[in-house]
C-alpha cells in the first residue's frame, strides 16, 4: 500500500517552473498518479504575457499545445479542475502577486515546489540573480508566511559545485570565501551592462552565471530556511525520459539535447572536450520521483534547522561517459536520421580548445559559407553561417562539462530509496542503478526526433481514428518490450 499517494492528495500545492520541461512532466505525474486531488489543489505560478493573461498562456501552452497534457487528459478529462493559475513572477517583488493571491497561498497552500530558474549559461548576471537567487528568497519569504505548510522542495543543480570537479561530491552546501549578501547586493545595484563587463571577476572559475547564481542561492537557502520544512534536490544534466510519461519524452533543447540534435542532423561534427570523461545524465522522470517523495519525506521528518540535499544523479552509481553518448547517438541516427538531416552524421571530440576552433571551422563554418553561397545564388536569404556561429557558442558553453568529471555521492537519495515500501518502490521507480544506457540513448534520440523536431505529427496523419494521444497501444507494447530486458 502506498503512503506517498495519500500524503499527495491530501496537499494544496504552490508551484513555480511548471511550464518548463521539469515542470510540464511533474504536473502530469502528479494528477495521474493521485486521482484524489482536490478542485484547485495545485497552484501554478505563471507569468502572463501583454496579449495572454496567465491563465489563457497557460491553457495553451499547456493544455492545447503540450503533447503529453493531452495524453493525461485521454486519461484524466478532468484534470485541468485540480489546477489554480495565478499570475505573477519570481522576479518581482511578492513573486508578482496581487495581494488576494498572496493571501489566498498563504492561507491555503501546505507543499511548495520551487522549481522555477533561468537556466541559460549565458544569462545577464544581473538578471540570473533576480531570478535564481532574488526569486528564490521570495518564495521563502511566502514560504515562512504560510499557516499550513508542512513541506517545501527547492530544486538546485549538482552543478552549483562544479568547481569541485576531480573528486566525489557529497550532498551539502560547501563552505564559501565569501560574504554572498555582499556580492548580491553589488549585482543587484549594477546595470544589465555593469554586471556584463564585471561578470568574469564576479564568477570566478565558475562556467558561467547559471552554476554561479544557483550557489549562491543554496547559501541564501540554508542561511534563511529557519525552521522551514524545507530539502533540496539537485539535478544533474537532465535528460530525455526513461519511461514516464513516454520512453524517450523531451520537448525542448534542454541540456546536451541542443548538441545531439544538431549532430543529427549532420552540421554538428565535434565538440571540444574528452570522451573518456562522465557525462551525468539523468533522465527527467527519475527527477520528478525524486522530488514527490521528497515532498513526502520532508514531512515525515522534519528536518527543523538542518537541510537536507539529495542528489538526482548517476555519476557514482552508474556512470556513463561522452564517448558512450557519441558512440549511441551516432549509431542511431546513421541507422534512423531525422528527416530534416542534411549531411552525414559524424563527431569526433577534440581536447585542445585551439585545434577545436580550427576542426570546427574546417567542418562547420566553411561547409556553411558554402551552402549559404548556394541559397544567394539561388535568391534565398543565408543562414547557415549564422547557425555555425550559434553552434559554436553553445560547444563553447558545453566545453566546462565535457573537458571535466564529478562524481556526485547519492547517500541521503540511496537511504531515502532503501525507506520507500514496495508499493511506492513501483510508484516513483528513481534508483539510479535500474537505468540501461543502452536502452536510453535510442529512446532519447528517437525523442528528439518524435517530439522535438515533432516528426510525431507526420505519424498522427497514418493512425486510424487520430486523436490527441497517438500510438498509445504502441508505446506502451514498446514499453513492456523494453522493461522485459532490464
Request: proline share 5%; with cysteine; charged share 20%.
Amino acid at each position: 500500500m502506498s503512503v506517498v499517494v495519500p500524503f499527495l492528495e491530501n496537499q494544496t500545492f504552490f508551484i513555480t517552473g511548471v511550464t518548463g520541461f521539469l515542470g510540464k512532466v511533474l504536473l502530469v505525474k502528479l494528477i495521474e498518479t493521485c486521482p484524489n486531488l482536490k478542485p484547485n489543489s495545485i497552484c501554478v505560478l505563471v507569468r502572463g504575457k501583454k496579449e495572454l493573461s496567465a491563465s489563457d498562456r497557460f491553457d495553451k501552452d499547456l493544455f492545447n499545445d503540450s503533447y503529453i497534457i493531452q495524453y493525461l487528459l485521454k486519461k484524466r478529462p478532468d484534470a485541468r479542475k485540480c489546477i489554480k493559475v495565478i499570475d505573477g513572477d519570481v522576479a518581482k517583488s511578492k513573486l508578482g502577486l496581487t495581494p488576494s493571491d498572496y493571501d489566498w497561498v498563504c492561507n491555503n497552500a501546505t507543499c511548495i515546489l520551487h522549481m522555477a530558474a533561468t537556466t541559460n549559461f549565458t544569462e545577464n548576471l544581473r538578471l540570473a540573480f533576480e531570478i535564481n537567487i532574488m526569486g528564490t528568497k521570495r518564495v521563502l519569504a511566502l514560504a515562512k508566511s504560510c499557516k499550513n505548510l508542512v513541506s517545501m522542495v527547492y530544486v538546485s543543480t549538482c552543478y552549483t559545485n562544479a568547481t569541485r570537479h576531480g573528486g566525489e561530491i557529497r550532498e551539502k552546501v560547501y563552505p564559501i570565501n565569501f560574504d554572498p549578501y555582499a556580492v548580491i547586493q553589488d549585482v543587484i545595484a549594477m546595470t544589465p551592462e555593469e554586471a556584463d563587463k564585471a561578470t568574469p571577476h564576479i564568477i570566478g572559475s565558475h562556467p558561467n552565471t547559471y552554476t554561479f547564481s544557483k550557489m549562491l542561492a543554496e547559501h541564501i537557502v540554508l542561511e534563511e530556511k529557519e525552521n522551514i520544512p524545507l530539502s533540496i534536490v539537485r539535478p544533474s544534466i537532465i535528460g530525455g525520459a526513461y519511461r514516464y510519461p513516454l520512453e524517450g519524452w523531451i520537448d525542448s533543447y534542454i541540456g546536451a539535447a541542443g548538441i545531439v540534435a544538431a549532430s543529427s542532423l549532420g552540421v554538428l561534427h565535434g565538440m571540444n572536450g574528452g570522451g573518456s570523461n562522465t557525462v551525468d545524465f539523468i533522465p527527467v522522470d527519475f527527477v520528478v520521483d525524486l522530488i514527490l517523495v521528497t515532498l513526502w519525506h520532508t514531512k515525515e521528518n522534519p528536518p527543523g534547522e538542518r537541510l537536507n540535499i539529495y542528489h538526482s544523479a548517476t555519476s557514482s552509481r552508474n556512470p556513463y561517459t561522452w564517448e558512450h553518448l557519441r558512440s549511441g547517438v551516432v549509431g542511431y541516427y546513421r541507422r534512423r536520421p531525422p528527416k530534416r538531416n542534411v549531411g552525414p552524421v559524424w563527431v569526433l571530440y577534440v581536447q585542445n580548445p585551439a585545434l577545436f576552433y580550427l576542426y570546427h571551422f574546417l567542418f562547420t563554418r566553411l561547409p556553411a559559407t558554402l551552402q549559404d553561397t548556394k541559397r544567394v545564388l539561388k535568391g534565398e536569404s543565408p543562414k547557415m553561417v549564422a547557425g555555425s556561429k550559434v553552434l559554436y557558442k553553445a560547444c563553447s558553453s558545453l566545453s566546462f562539462f565535457t573537458l571535466h568529471s564529478w562524481a556526485f555521492a547519492i547517500h541521503n537519495t540511496q537511504a531515502l530509496w532503501e525507506a520507500l515500501g514496495p508499493e511506492d518502490s513501483k510508484l516513483f521507480p528513481f534508483d539510479v542503478t535500474i537505468i540501461n544506457w543502452e536502452i536510453w540513448c535510442p529512446l532519447f534520440c528517437e525523442g528528439i526526433k518524435k517530439y522535438v523536431f515533432k516528426e510525431i505529427e507526420l505519424e498522427k496523419k497514418k493512425l486510424v481514428g487520430g486523436g490527441a494521444v497517438v500510438g498509445k497501444a504502441k508505446e506502451e507494447g514498446r514499453g513492456n518490450t523494453m522493461r522485459s530486458k532490464l
